[in-house]
């Protein structure tokens, strides 16, 4: 009897706080909105189990949206480039340099202080400077991101280029066309 009492109140408080962070059904314009700014509409802040109203839903220094975009786009790269190190696809060619089961959650902490590409820098160091987490050279002048005194600038002098996603990011806000990508569906 104890444990369907414990049941019926789990459900109770799980029903409404479900229904808290829910969209709303009788506002069709809900899913579209962005209530934290973080870049993420309330559909996706749904889908990825964000918190609607924190930008930053797990707190880590990284914002909802910047993680959802990077979580859905990945640098790639020709099967020859020394960036490529893992097959996304299973065609047998490499073609990302993050591993296709690493997960940017914007409900998860710890993954903002992992590795995600190989240029040595966690997540939070990435956005800090603004380079690419899933592409260790981010403005393609063949220098590691850890290593380019200014990585966000190809730098003519640097070492070999290796073909990679030249300035992915740059210049992108991420966020914003990982939203309007969704809101495509709506």
Not at 123 to 150: C, F, I, M, S, W
Not at 155 to 168: C, D, F, I, K
Request: hydrophobic share 30%; net charge negative; charged share 25%.
């Amino acid at each position: 009897m104890r444990k369907l009492v414990v049941l019926l109140v789990a459900c109770l408080v799980g029903g409404s706080f479900g229904t808290v962070l829910a969209l709303n059904p009788s506002d069709p314009g809900d899913a579209l909105r962005d209530e934290d700014g973080d870049g993420l509409n309330n559909l996706m802040e749904f889908i990825y189990g964000a918190d609607p109203y924190n930008p930053d839903t797990d707190g880590a220094g990284c914002p909802d949206g910047w993680e959802a975009y990077y979580n859905e786009n990945r640098a790639h790269f020709p099967s020859d480039s020394e960036w490529a190190v893992f097959d996304s696809d299973d065609d047998g060619a490499y073609d990302v340099n993050v591993d296709p089961n690493f997960k940017f959650d914007p409900a998860e902490p710890a993954d903002e202080t992992e590795l995600a590409d190989t240029d040595m820098w966690d997540q939070l160091k990435e956005y800090a400077v603004g380079t690419d987490p899933t592409n260790p050279d981010t403005d393609g002048d063949g220098d590691r991101d850890d290593l380019d005194p200014e990585p966000l600038i190809p730098t003519a002098t640097s070492g070999h280029h290796t073909g990679g996603n030249s300035g992915q990011c740059q210049g992108v806000d991420g966020a914003a066309l990982l939203a309007a990508h969704w809101d495509s569906y709506l």
